[in-house]
Nanobody
Framework: QVQLVESGGGLVQAGGSLRLSCAVSGAIFSINAISWYRQAPGKQRELVAA???????NYADFVKGRFTISRDNANNTVYLQMNSLQPEDTAVYYC???????????WGQGTQVTVSS
């Protein structure tokens, strides 16, 4: 089992920044990739950024150049640094961990990000 706890969401003005954290615990050795997803009201959940156990990163086109995913192995935490936030970035942001071997996804409870214009 893997547990994910997100934090760092909040209310920010357009153009501002936030850093989200995803604290990972449990069977960390089994995780192959950790991703950030977001879901806005009335919309489907969408991938924002991902980082693999090997350190490779991947970003959605709509956040390239603005968001950065990183990890702190010593503290078992994955971060999402979000800069130049826009109202369309308003959503609940979820942390996701993938175990490729078992084909299991783990999800955190989500953290709300609200960007005012």
């Amino acid at each position: 089992q893997v547990q994910l706890v997100e934090s760092g969401g909040g209310l920010v003005q357009a153009g501002g920044s936030l850093r989200l954290s995803c604290a990972v615990s449990g069977a960390i050795f089994s995780i192959n990739a950790i991703s950030w997803y977001r879901q806005a009201p009335g919309k489907q959940r969408e991938l924002v950024a991902a980082i693999t156990s090997g350190g490779s990163t991947n970003y959605a086109d709509f956040v390239k150049g603005r968001f950065t995913i990183s990890r702190d192995n010593a503290n078992n935490t994955v971060y999402l640094q979000m800069n130049s936030l826009q109202p369309e970035d308003t959503a609940v942001y979820y942390c996701n961990a993938e175990d490729y071997g078992l084909g299991i996804d783990y999800w955190g409870q989500g953290t709300q990000v609200t960007v005012s214009s």
